[in-house]
């Protein structure tokens, strides 16, 4: 049976610009690995809900603390994945 994993891992905003961490198997099945898809949302002419990875000149700079906050936030799952591990190990 194939695992689904199209479930993001966390999901962070500042101001706007959203960054989505996305957690997949690494190919020989030992840990995770992390990749972060960064987007804007706004709403177009209808007033309908869309969003863009065309980032402004503004938006640029919100993504620089952003981009800080994923790293973070990566660096917090990767621990909880390393205790998740040491626990599994303990109780075999």
Do not use: C, F
Request: proline share 1%; net charge neutral; no cysteine.
């Amino acid at each position: 049976m194939t695992e689904q994993t199209n479930q993001p891992a966390a999901k962070l905003n500042y101001l706007g610009v959203e960054a989505t961490i996305w957690g997949n198997r690494k190919k020989d099945g030992e840990g995770i690995r992390y990749s972060v898809t960064y987007s804007r949302n706004y709403k177009d002419a209808e007033d309908q809900w869309q969003s863009t990875h065309s980032l402004s000149e503004l938006d640029n700079l919100k993504m620089g603390v952003l981009y800080l906050q994923a790293a973070e936030k990566i660096s917090e799952l990767k621990a909880n994945d390393r205790n998740a591990e040491q626990y599994l190990k303990g109780r075999s």
